[in-house]
Nanobody, 122 residues
Framework: QVQLVQSGGGLVQPGGSLRLSCAAS????????INWFRQTPGKEREGVSC???????FYSNSVKGRFTISRDNANNTVYLQMNSLKPEDTDVYYC????????????????WGQGTQVTVSS
């Protein structure tokens, strides 16, 4: 059974940091791309950062230089380190999996994590 289980997130002040984790099970993790999306209610999900099965990394312009994505294939986990957080980063964040390349089209992703709230506020 394929599962993506997210952890991390929460409330942080502007300029602060958070780390999100996405732990995968039930498939050959190293062959798959993992993308972090975020969504504001009433808006479409936005691709934030993606790491492909062969290690290529992509960032949206809005987070480039502040967020870092990484993967630990031994532990089947992808991390999103978020630094210098801004109020506009407030959203529900989702990790999602597809084979094997990254793109930012949510309908192309086969499996999703449960979502985690990130709130940046003073």
């Amino acid at each position: 059974q394929v599962q993506l289980v997210q952890s991390g997130g929460g409330l942080v002040q502007p300029g602060g940091s958070l780390r999100l984790s996405c732990a995968a099970s039930g498939f050959r993790f190293s062959n798959h791309a993992i993308n972090w999306f975020r969504q504001t209610p009433g808006k479409e999900r936005e691709g934030v950062s993606c790491i492909s099965g062969d290690g290529h990394i992509f960032y949206s312009n809005s987070v480039k230089g502040r967020f870092t994505i990484s993967r630990d294939n031994a532990n089947n986990t992808v991390y999103l380190q978020m630094n210098s957080l801004k109020p506009e980063d407030t959203d529900v964040y989702y990790c999602a999996m597809r084979t094997p390349y990254c793109d930012n089209i949510p309908s192309h992703y086969d499996y999703w994590g449960q979502g985690t709230q990130v709130t940046v506020s003073s």
